[in-house]
């Protein structure tokens, strides 16, 4: 079955310090990959995907994330934590690419605290 | 959320009683979904649309149904709530970003 996992329920940081916030999956073809963030009460807001080409890609607030096909892993990563970075951080994958038919796979999400 | 928006934003009913969460989008896009958040679950998918009057299930299907008349419209509807259907409830459409662009949620609560 495929599937994303999010090994960890929450991680706190401090702030000014580098967060990772790791993501596997497992599903078959060449998936797309994105990460997804909720601050309270809110949608999930895109933050970056990975589609092809460079393996380390580039999103809002900055954020960036890793790709490595060998350990199907999508980790988001930040530098430099802030506290307003605080929020619940979702990743997903789209199987077989963009094809009309292939729906998006979410994981269970992260809670990222950041501490001042 | 451009573009995509739901209502209501809260609702509280009994159980047994019908309810229908809308999802209006003015993008023009084919294909609309319905998502539940569930702590510990993330998202899963109850419905999804790939145009007027074409509906298909999702995972997570059992209790809901939903209907597309328009383009624009996509409607769930939970025929008898249950508890278990307590949830916030999230439309979503394909974004330009081969991603999905998320409504605000409905939070629903069944008493």
């Known amino acids: 079955a495929q599937s994303v996992a999010q090994p960890e329920d929450q991680v706190n940081v401090a702030e000014g310090n580098p967060l990772t916030v790791k993501c596997t999956y497992s599903?078959?073809?060449?998936?797309?990959l994105f990460w997804y963030v909720q601050y309270p009460n809110r949608g999930l807001q895109f933050l970056l995907k990975y589609i092809t080409g460079d393996n380390l890609v580039k999103g809002s607030y900055g954020f960036e994330a890793e790709f490595n096909k060998s350990q199907t892993s999508f980790h988001l990563k930040k530098p430099s934590a802030l506290v307003s970075d605080s929020a619940l951080y979702f990743c997903?994958?789209?199987?077989?690419?963009?094809?009309?038919?292939?729906?998006?796979?979410f994981g269970s999400g992260t809670r990222l605290s950041i501490r001042p | 959320d451009a573009g995509i928006t739901q209502s209501p934003r809260h609702k509280v009913t009994e159980t047994g009683t019908p309810v229908t969460l809308r999802c209006h989008q003015t993008?023009?896009?084919?294909?609309m979904y319905w998502y539940r958040q569930d702590p510990g679950h993330g998202l899963r998918l109850i419905h999804y649309s790939y145009g007027v009057k074409d509906t298909d299930k999702g995972e997570v299907s059992d209790g809901y149904s939903v209907s597309r008349s328009k383009t624009e419209d996509f409607l769930l509807t939970l025929e008898s709530a249950t508890s278990s259907q307590t949830s916030v409830y999230f439309c979503a459409i394909t974004g330009d970003h081969y991603g999905y662009t998320f409504g605000s949620g409905t939070r629903l609560t069944v008493v």
């Open positions: 993008e023009n896009h084919r294909y």
């Open positions: 599903v078959s073809g060449n998936p797309y």
């Open positions: 997903a994958v789209r199987p077989f690419g963009y094809s009309s038919a292939s729906k998006i796979i």
